[in-house]
């Protein structure tokens, strides 16, 4: 008898729960590393919302999630409408605080958020506050300063608060704009990550749809899926919904599978916007083929140090890898083939973003990456631990299942040991 299936992958769409795949150490970090201001940084279509969903899921024991989406606002009236919305989504739970929702509706955003972190604080809860498409701040900030430096100020003073900001990087300018504020500007104090491709295992597990009714894939066809889409996620969908055949299997990408459709038009467009001059130079540079970091600094005219932070920046957001040898290149075959049909009409002036503010960025980000990577060795070096004192106490056979954990930890403490090293051999961090 034929079984049939229907095809598991998602387009466009948020995922959580077991359609989302990957980024295990950073969504561990973020609800359980020493920061209480993240700002998680990636391009469009790179699964922001999808994280925050998922940590809106996983957060639940040890937090109380709100999920506040900031996207089309255009005022902080627009703002406090928003935040009201997203407290009424956990209005059972904020009852048991008891917080009246009905009560905030005459308060603004700033009053709101404290009177509610009060209440939780109360009652021994904490808060993670998880922001969306913040990028109206920026036209809100020049527009009304006074309620945007309001509600940094509520940010920063409940003891109870974790907040993660999830946006393209243009957020940045946000900074710029507030940087002559009597208090701190806007982002001071935000820790920033990035969220790029998947790592290679997760990619294969999302291929394979590992978490809920497997699908059938090659190991070639794996290979190929790697090399168009870089595991940009949503191009790992984009390309799988595409492959998927009846028998639940995956056929192997060929060269006319990389279609450019009106979805992935706009994407790659917007991708280019948000790039500083000098990454746009670079990514124009590189669509005749892969170059070495100095062969890049040269066409740029600037010191390898200089070009190095463009670099880092670029590819840490998906823009860029770097090839079996050893070159930069076109972060997937997408985006490759979307630069080299518009290259002649792309302009690399009147970028939404300065270079100084991508080179501040850069240093920012390899400075707290370091802090990552040691944090993340401390976490798991804590867990073995546990595991291995739960193991002691079976003597000389403990259970396959928590040997098998305790091997885990292993690789994955000597796989970030490895990291660290060349974290610091490259940036000297």
Same mark, same amino acid.
């Given at each position: 008898?034929?079984?049939?299936?229907?095809?598991?992958?998602?387009?466009?769409?948020?995922?959580?729960?077991?359609?989302?795949?990957?980024?295990a150490? /950073?969504?561990?970090?973020?609800?359980?590393?020493?920061?209480?201001?993240?700002?998680?940084?990636?391009?469009?279509?790179?699964?922001?919302?999808?994280?925050?969903?998922?940590?809106?899921v996983?957060?639940?024991?040890?937090?109380?999630?709100i999920?506040?989406?900031?996207?089309?606002?255009?005022?902080?009236?627009?703002?406090?409408?928003?935040?009201?919305?997203?407290?009424?989504?956990?209005?059972?739970?904020?009852?048991? /605080?008891?917080?009246?929702?009905?009560?905030?509706?005459?308060?603004?955003?700033?009053?709101?958020?404290?009177?509610?972190?009060?209440?939780?604080?109360?009652?021994?809860?904490?808060?993670?506050?998880?922001?969306?498409?913040?990028?109206?701040?920026?036209?809100?900030?020049?527009?009304?300063?006074?309620?945007?430096?309001?509600?940094?100020?509520?940010? %920063?003073?409940?003891?109870?608060?974790?907040?993660?900001?999830?946006?393209?990087?243009t957020?940045?300018?946000? %900074?710029?704009?507030?940087?002559?504020?009597?208090?701190?500007?806007?982002?001071?104090?935000?820790?920033?990550?990035?969220?790029?491709?998947?790592?290679?295992?997760?990619?294969?597990? /999302?291929?394979?749809?590992?978490?809920?009714?497997?699908?059938?894939?090659?190991?070639?066809?794996?290979?190929?899926?790697?090399?168009f889409t870089?595991?940009?996620?949503?191009?790992?969908?984009?390309?799988?919904?595409?492959?998927?055949?009846?028998?639940?299997?995956?056929?192997p990408?060929?060269?006319?599978?990389?279609?450019?459709?009106?979805?992935?038009?706009?994407?790659?467009? /917007?991708?280019?916007?948000?790039?500083?001059?000098?990454?746009?130079?670079?990514?124009?540079?590189?669509?005749?083929?892969?170059?070495?970091?100095?062969?890049?600094?040269?066409?740029?005219?600037?010191?390898?140090?200089?070009?190095?932070?463009?670099?880092?920046?670029?590819?840490?957001?998906?823009?860029?890898?770097?090839?079996?040898?050893?070159?930069?290149?076109?972060?997937?075959?997408f985006?490759?083939?979307?630069?080299?049909?518009?290259?002649?009409e792309?302009?690399?002036?009147?970028?939404?973003?300065?270079? %100084?503010?991508?080179?501040?960025?850069?240093?920012?980000?390899?400075?707290?990456?370091?802090?990552?990577?040691?944090e993340?060795?401390?976490?798991?070096?804590?867990?073995?631990?546990?595991?291995?004192?739960?193991?002691?106490?079976?003597?000389? %056979?403990?259970p396959?299942?928590?040997?098998?954990?305790?091997?885990e930890h292993?690789?994955?403490?000597?796989a970030?040991?490895?990291?660290?090293?060349?974290?610091?051999?490259?940036?000297?961090?």
């Amino acid at each position: 008898m034929n079984a049939s299936y229907r095809n598991p992958y998602t387009i466009g769409g948020w995922v959580s729960g077991q359609r989302y795949y990957g980024h295990a150490d /950073l969504r561990q970090y973020i609800l359980l590393g020493s920061d209480n201001y993240i700002w998680v940084i990636g391009t469009r279509r790179v699964g922001k919302t999808s994280l925050l969903r998922q940590l809106d899921v996983q957060g639940r024991r040890d937090y109380l999630p709100i999920y506040w989406d900031m996207q089309g606002c255009a005022n902080a009236d627009d703002l406090r409408d928003e935040l009201l919305f997203a407290l009424e989504d956990r209005v059972a739970q904020l009852s048991k /605080l008891g917080v009246d929702i009905d009560a905030l509706a005459g308060e603004d955003m700033a009053n709101a958020l404290r009177k509610v972190c009060r209440q939780a604080e109360k009652a021994g809860v904490r808060m993670l506050l998880l922001i969306d498409e913040p990028e109206p701040l920026i036209e809100i900030a020049q527009a009304q300063p006074q309620a945007v430096q309001r509600l940094r100020a509520a940010f %920063q003073r409940p003891p109870n608060l974790r907040v993660v900001l999830a946006s393209t990087k243009t957020l940045a300018s946000l %900074q710029e704009i507030t940087r002559d504020w009597p208090t701190s500007p806007f982002l001071t104090d935000f820790a920033p990550f990035y969220l790029d491709g998947l790592a290679r295992e997760d990619a294969e597990q /999302l291929m394979r749809q590992e978490q809920r009714n497997p699908v059938h894939v090659t190991p070639e066809t794996i290979r190929r899926i790697h090399d168009f889409t870089g595991d940009h996620p949503y191009l790992l969908q984009w390309l799988c919904y595409r492959l998927y055949q009846p028998d639940h299997s995956l056929r192997p990408p060929r060269k006319d599978d990389i279609v450019l459709d009106a979805m992935l038009t706009t994407l790659f467009r /917007l991708q280019f916007d948000q790039l500083s001059p000098a990454e746009r130079r670079i990514l124009l540079h590189l669509v005749d083929g892969g170059k070495d970091a100095v062969g890049i600094a040269k066409a740029l005219g600037v010191k390898l140090t200089e070009a190095g932070m463009y670099l880092y920046v670029m590819a840490r957001l998906g823009y860029i890898r770097r090839s079996s040898a050893g070159k930069w290149i076109i972060g997937n075959r997408f985006l490759h083939r979307w630069l080299a049909e518009h290259d002649a009409e792309l302009s690399v002036e009147d970028a939404a973003i300065s270079d %100084q503010r991508v080179r501040e960025m850069a240093r920012a980000g390899q400075k707290e990456e370091a802090v990552y990577w040691q944090e993340q060795l401390r976490i798991y070096r804590e867990r073995l631990g546990k595991l291995e004192v739960a193991a002691a106490r079976y003597e000389d %056979q403990p259970p396959e299942r928590l040997q098998a954990t305790i091997l885990e930890h292993k690789r994955r403490i000597r796989a970030l040991e490895r990291k660290i090293d060349a974290f610091h051999r490259a940036y000297g961090a």
